[in-house]
């Protein structure tokens, strides 16, 4: 029997735990490695608050750190905002870039999302670049237009650095949680495929030679995650709700296969 393939497990702890949640979490998880699945790459993305406490608590363990949204300028008068250069120092090793939170309820642009993938690339760090569509976007069909224009406007004559990976989180935003308990509309593991593949062959046009990693997210739950990881174009899950609470997150990873 062939090998399973090694999966991608992005868990996004975006502002449900404060400091001392995050490092309970963290702690947990540390003394929880034993189930991570052979060749598996598991990142979490504490609050920029919590995460130098989670770098040190997971320094000893196989799992990495990434920061959920950093400023593109490396330093200044910057109000509220701590960059890359910043979080890359701290520990952190990857960060999310235009996840459809930070685009729709912070109104980020295209080209605001290309800064961060490039300060990000410039920083030493490995950029997760969130997209998807938006329901009424679907509804009209434009989705494959909508998930074209967020990947030509991040990647178009980016040279991308060898030996770091394009990391691509699909989410359609009518997919994401709205919280713990209240789920986003289901997404069929055949849609994420469908969607997943079109991302591969659009970003073989923009950036020939470089292979994407596609991760899933949207209400990911132990329930639906095997039916995402099973696709061929799925190589992982990004996981928001379910992933801030150790049992849902166990779960996730005892179900992959
Ligand atoms: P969710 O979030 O799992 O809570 O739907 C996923 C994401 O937005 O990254």
Same mark, same amino acid.
């Given at each position: 029997?062939?090998?399973?393939?090694?999966?991608?497990?992005?868990?996004? %702890?975006?502002?449900?735990?404060?400091?001392?949640?995050?490092?309970?979490?963290?702690?947990?998880?540390?003394?929880?490695?034993?189930?991570?699945?052979?060749?598996? /790459?598991?990142?979490?993305?504490?609050?920029? $608050?919590?995460?130098?406490?989670? @770098?040190?608590?997971?320094?000893?363990?196989?799992?990495?750190?990434?920061?959920?949204?950093?400023? %593109?300028?490396?330093?200044?008068?910057?109000?509220?905002?701590?960059?890359?250069?910043?979080?890359?120092?701290?520990?952190?090793?990857?960060?999310?870039?235009?996840?459809?939170?930070?685009?729709?309820?912070?109104? +980020?642009?295209?080209? +605001?999302?290309?800064?961060?993938?490039?300060?990000?690339?410039?920083?030493?760090?490995?950029? @997760?670049?969130?997209?998807?569509? /938006?329901?009424?976007?679907?509804?009209?069909?434009?989705?494959?237009?909508?998930?074209? /224009?967020?990947?030509? =406007?991040?990647?178009?004559?980016?040279? #991308?650095?060898?030996?770091?990976?394009?990391?691509?989180?699909?989410?359609?935003? #009518?997919?994401? =949680?709205?919280?713990?308990?209240? $789920?986003?509309?289901?997404?069929?593991?055949?849609?994420? +495929?469908?969607?997943?593949?079109?991302?591969?062959?659009?970003?073989?046009?923009?950036?020939?030679? @470089?292979?994407?990693?596609?991760?899933?997210?949207?209400? @990911?739950?132990?329930?639906?995650?095997?039916?995402?990881?099973?696709?061929?174009?799925?190589?992982?899950?990004?996981?928001?709700?379910? =992933?801030?609470? $150790?049992? =849902? %997150?166990?779960?996730?990873? /005892?179900?992959?296969?």
């Amino acid at each position: 029997m062939s090998q399973p393939k090694p999966l991608y497990l992005f868990a996004n %702890w975006k502002m449900y735990l404060d400091h001392a949640g995050s490092l309970a979490l963290a702690k947990a998880l540390a003394a929880d490695t034993a189930n991570i699945p052979p060749g598996g /790459t598991v990142v979490v993305f504490p609050s920029a $608050l919590a995460l130098p406490g989670v @770098v040190d608590i997971l320094a000893s363990t196989p799992i990495a750190v990434g920061a959920q949204h950093g400023h %593109w300028v490396a330093e200044g008068g910057y109000t509220g905002a701590v960059s890359m250069e910043m979080f890359r120092r701290a520990g952190a090793q990857f960060v999310l870039v235009g996840h459809s939170e930070r685009r729709h309820l912070f109104h +980020e642009t295209n080209h +605001e999302v290309r800064l961060q993938v490039e300060a990000a690339l410039g920083a030493g760090l490995t950029p @997760v670049l969130c997209m998807g569509e /938006t329901k009424a976007e679907r509804e009209r069909g434009d989705t494959p237009e909508v998930i074209e /224009t967020q990947l030509r =406007s991040a990647l178009q004559t980016l040279a #991308w650095p060898g030996g770091v990976p394009l990391i691509i989180a699909y989410e359609p935003v #009518w997919a994401i =949680s709205r919280g713990r308990d209240k $789920l986003g509309l289901p997404c069929s593991g055949v849609t994420a +495929e469908k969607m997943h593949e079109l991302i591969v062959r659009l970003v073989a046009g923009l950036l020939p030679g @470089v292979a994407p990693l596609t991760l899933f997210g949207g209400s @990911v739950r132990a329930e639906t995650v095997r039916e995402y990881v099973k696709q061929p174009h799925v190589d992982g899950v990004l996981v928001g709700a379910a =992933s801030t609470q $150790l049992a =849902s %997150w166990q779960g996730i990873i /005892t179900n992959l296969y």
